[in-house]
């Protein structure tokens, strides 16, 4: 059974960073992918970024292009999420999701096979 465990979620102001860190146990596959998305109050789950360890490949949300940058420490079996200027909106849980694939891109449209429980992003203005 695949298990996720995220961290580095808590509050920070206006402009300022976070890195979040999903360590991933429990799979025997040497490809892999790890999805971040988030939840705000209200609004729907959001797609964030994805990482395939198969080739790199990294997708990012437009509203968080520029700003978020996914890596992956393969012999850790973790993959990171640094969160640079951010901004009010940006507060949400974030999750991280494990699946075989980013599919191409299209990972947010995909329900990804196994879930961490969700760290709190506070942005303050």
């Known amino acids: 059974e695949v298990q996720l465990v995220e961290s580095g979620g808590g509050l920070v102001q206006v402009g300022g960073s976070l890195r979040l860190s999903c360590a991933a146990s429990?799979?025997?596959?040497?490809?892999?992918?790890i999805g971040w998305f988030r939840r705000a109050p209200g609004k729907e789950r959001e797609g964030v970024s994805c990482f395939s360890t198969k080739d790199g490949s990294t997708y990012y949300a437009d509203s968080v292009k520029g700003r978020f940058t996914i890596s992956s420490d393969k012999d850790k079996n973790t993959v990171d999420l640094q969160m640079n200027r951010l901004i009010p909106e940006d507060t949400a849980v974030y999750y991280c999701?494990?699946?075989?694939?980013?599919?191409?891109?299209?990972?947010?449209?995909?329900?990804?096979?196994?879930w961490g429980q969700g760290t709190q992003v506070t942005v303050s203005s």
């Open positions: 999701a494990f699946d075989l694939s980013c599919y191409g891109g299209d990972y947010y449209r995909i329900d990804f096979h196994s």
């Open positions: 429990g799979f025997v596959f040497d490809d892999y992918a």
